[in-house]
């Protein structure tokens, strides 16, 4: 069986989530089957990678119509392949179309949801409506749609209701926990000052993009009521846009006038530096507003860290609460936008939660520990690849 992966992501460039998925999944299927990689961002040097750059004749039109280029490529080069597997709207277009054009099954998993993310707007402009449009299209033409979790399913039963129920499967993420463990303790420390964070005294950790949908303005309107000798380490960059990356300063000017300890790491970091400084930390935190599972979340756990994690989407199939972290309650709008009905409140819950954390490193340790445990258990990319394989093949027997 050979199975074609189309994505945006894929290493040197991953950024989120659906980047880690896509690198993890090739990474055990290439044990079972025959895996073709096709990724944005140029050319690779791996095997069976293949890269693709933007065509120059769509050089500075909408992001949307150069990623559609992009995809009309991926889709003629996926000829000898059993099956095609795509990845987020970026790549679900090109699935779709190989699938039309060699007469294969298109297979897609979803990470996340155009009408669920309207924000997206402010990035892509009149590009929402085409990324929008190919999702929607792939979706209701997929021979399977694989959800990242259980809450996953039902905003894609709810989003697309012509899509049949018994064509969308459950198949979590999972974290690599080689990949996701701590360092000796000199180590992480020697990493943690490098970046201006002291191991000794408590922090709160974040890791994420600067996007709405993580929720950093709620973890900031938080860190206000959190103890002043608390340090709040943002490992956040790559913003959608100038204006939230105009906002995100401004609020952590305001904060650091009175919470002296932020420290905001903008760069991308080595993977080894990501985790030293989670390592270093006391508790993770995830504000998100709209999370299909969290991905962060396992891998702060696979490390050992408590983490304090808003209650939407998949993020309750990954944190037990009171066991592994604490879930912050979280009434949104249902308007799609997923704002919180009373921020307010929200970021004050948030920072409580933080606080208990902070205040018992006993209990703190302990659900560190539990969560390396549920990681370990319940999200190895092994058990993953299986059920993935499974959907492949309930898909070409009929």
Known sequence: ????????????????????????????????????????????????????????????????????????????????????????????????????????PHVLSAHSLEPLRPWKAEQLGGGYALSSWAEATAYE????????????????????????????????????????????????????????????????????????????TYLLDAAHQLPTDVQLVLCAGAPDTEQIAAETAAAVARLRRTHPHVIWIEEMLPHEDVVGLLASSTVFACPSIYEPLGIVNLEAMALGLPVVASATGGIPEVVADGVTGLLVPLAQADDGSGTPHQPEQFAADLARALTTILEDPERAAEMGSAGRRRAKEH???EAIADRTLQVYRSVLTG
């Open 1 to 104: 069986m050979r199975v074609d992966l189309l994505t945006r992501e894929y290493p040197p460039h991953v950024y989120g989530g659906a980047g880690v998925h896509v690198t993890e999944l090739a990474r055990v299927l290439r044990r079972r089957i025959e895996v073709q990689v096709r990724c944005f961002d140029g050319p690779r040097q791996e095997e069976g990678v293949h890269g693709y750059i933007e065509p120059e004749t769509l050089s500075g039109a909408n992001q949307a119509l150069r990623t559609f280029g992009v995809d009309l490529a991926m889709a003629a080069d996926v000829a000898g392949a059993d099956l095609v597997h795509s990845h987020t709207w970026y790549a679900n277009l090109a699935g779709h179309l190989a699938g039309l054009l060699h007469g294969i």
């Open 141 to 216: 033409a997929a021979a399977a749609i694989i959800a990242v979790s259980g809450a996953m399913r039902a905003d894609i039963l709810r989003s697309y209701p012509a899509v049949d129920p018994d064509r969308v499967h459950v198949v979590h993420n999972g974290v690599d926990l080689q990949r996701w463990a701590a360092p000796p303790v000199e180590v992480s420390d020697e990493i943690a000052r490098r970046h201006g964070v002291d191991p000794r005294r408590p922090a709160v950790i974040f890791v994420g993009r600067i996007t709405r949908q993580k929720g950093l």
């Open 379 to 381: 999200f190895s990319w």
